[in-house]
């Protein structure tokens, strides 16, 4: 089976910017999960989503961050604006019982 | 709260020795335990997990981890290590499954020829 779809792969901007990253999960997950990983740290959830309905987004800055899942298939996740310190990888998983499955992750370099 | 902490940020071992890689948790309640791989420019994989039952697990590909409630620990071994598994190794702990995960700041593995 196909696995978790993230794009893009690398996205370089300079802060103040803003971006959007996308996100298609396994077929039939009904839980979808957004992490940032910065240099060095493990990764840490932004927001968990339950079908198109948030469970837990009480690490995403809501000032700057914000994501969607409309249609409870694929998501999108936005900063606007960026920040130097939001340099990292945003990882997305999915899962349907007790284990998540990660994309390759976006490399997000804020200039 | 829950929590994991990997001691070692890094961890050079000769190729063919044995390898622990150390993992620490807190959790008030029971937990599931899990090892995941990064490999350099990929995406997380799931190595090993501890759901319930027997306290040792095995990987596919020769690693073990082994649940101590006592200790709350699940370190990671491998009795002879091979280049292929240069790679981050983090450790993550949730209390219930389909949750979201705790991970640690993860441990870097390197090989030496």
């Known amino acids: 089976e196909a696995g978790v779809a993230q794009s893009p792969r690398y996205k370089i901007i300079e802060k103040r910017q803003s971006v959007a990253f996308w996100c298609n999960p396994i077929?039939?997950?009904?839980?979808l999960y957004w992490y940032q990983q910065i240099l060095g740290q493990g990764p840490k959830l932004l927001i968990q989503?339950?079908?198109?309905?948030?469970?837990?987004d009480s690490q995403l800055p809501k000032d700057r961050f914000s994501a969607e899942r409309l249609k409870g298939v694929d998501s999108t996740l936005k900063i606007q604006p960026a920040k130097l310190e939001d340099s990292a990888v945003y990882l997305c998983?999915?899962?349907?019982?007790?284990?998540?499955?990660f994309g390759p992750g976006t490399r997000l370099t804020v200039l | 709260a829950q929590s994991v902490t990997q001691l070692d940020s890094q961890v050079p071992v000769f190729e063919e020795a044995p390898v622990e890689l150390r993992c620490n948790y807190s959790?008030?309640?029971?937990?599931?335990l899990f090892w995941y791989v990064q490999y350099p420019n990929q995406g997380l994989q799931l190595l090993l997990k501890?759901?319930?039952?027997?306290?040792l697990v095995e990987s596919i590909n020769g690693f073990e981890a082994e649940f101590n409630k006592s200790q709350t620990s699940f370190h990671l071994r491998k009795p002879s290590v091979h280049i292929s598994d240069t790679a981050e190794y983090f450790c993550?702990?949730?209390?219930?499954?389909?949750?979201?995960?705790?991970f640690g700041k993860g441990t870097r593995l390197h090989i030496l020829p």
């Open positions: 998983a999915s899962s349907l019982a007790n284990e998540q499955f």
């Open positions: 077929s039939g997950h009904a839980t």
């Open positions: 989503f339950q079908n198109n309905g948030v469970v837990d």
């Open positions: 959790s008030s309640v029971s937990v599931y």
């Open positions: 501890y759901l319930s039952g027997s306290t």
């Open positions: 993550a702990v949730t209390e219930n499954r389909d949750d979201k995960i705790i």
